[in-house]
């Protein structure tokens, strides 16, 4: 088995869920289930946040021109439905149907063509950047799924590679580098450590960092959460609480 880990960096206007998504930094949104066949596409969506995030998403999943998942930038004509299954004050789950047209374009529907059958998918999704991990059987053509995918995006957005390795030795976090980070979100969290991003108080913010970086505001904040996120969860897995020690503050 193989996997792909890549994200989609989608412009202004390009996306209305991305857009929402965009407007509540906080929010996330997680796949639960993902499946497709080469006519329909079925998922159930976990959605976080506050309560006005909740309703912008909604209203972008129900009341699209297009689907959320279609990589068209125009109406393409398909047939889709989106129902809420379960609301609390800070979640939603969503369930939604999709009918593709000739015209329409996903991830799910690329990968089927060129990767075959008992595709496997998932995907998180915060602020513009929309993640998906593909797991496949290693067989059928890598090299023409993202030709297709990078044709299919155009203008609409940009994609960074995160990972791509044998699933097996995965844990489903991007991890190429020997500290299993990224080398873009490595290269991320240098830059703030260089920059004194992480002093206290702060020598520089997030939009000024950016900017010396030569990386989108988005694009970095996105990177520095995942670099920050992987090495949090691996300190705690390696006991790093275990001896009860403390550094002092």
């Not at 090299?143 to 299919?152: H, K, R, S, V």
Request: with cysteine; hydrophobic share 35%.
């Amino acid at each position: 088995m193989r996997e792909f880990v890549f994200a989609l960096e989608y412009e202004p206007g390009c996306n209305r869920v991305a857009d929402a998504l965009a407007d509540h930094p906080d929010a996330r949104i997680r796949s639960l289930s993902l499946h497709a066949t080469d006519e329909r596409l079925w998922r159930v969506d976990h959605v976080t946040g506050t309560a006005a995030a909740l309703a912008d998403i909604e209203e972008a999943f129900l009341n699209s021109d297009y689907y959320a998942d279609c990589l068209a930038t125009d109406d393409c004509g398909a047939t889709q439905a989106t129902q809420v299954l379960d609301r609390t004050d800070d979640t939603l789950v969503l369930y939604s149907d999709w009918e593709r047209t000739p015209t329409c374009a996903s991830v799910p529907h690329i990968a089927r063509d060129h990767l075959g059958d008992g595709v496997l998918f998932e995907t998180r999704h915060e602020g513009r950047h929309y993640t998906w991990r593909v797991v496949h059987s290693g067989e059928g053509d890598a090299a023409g799924f993202f030709d297709a995918l990078e044709a299919a995006i155009g203008d609409s957005a940009r994609m960074e590679m995160l990972r791509t390795a044998d699933a097996a030795a995965s844990t489903g976090e991007p991890n190429d580098g020997a500290n299993g980070l990224a080398p873009e979100q490595e290269a991320a969290l240098r830059g703030a450590v260089e920059h004194g991003y992480y002093e206290s108080p702060r020598e520089i913010d997030v939009g000024d960092l950016a900017a010396h970086l030569d990386v989108p505001r988005s694009t970095l904040t996105y990177r520095l959460r995942r670099a920050e996120e992987r090495l949090a969860k691996r300190y705690v897995a390696d006991d790093g609480f275990a001896d009860g020690t403390s550094t002092p503050l």
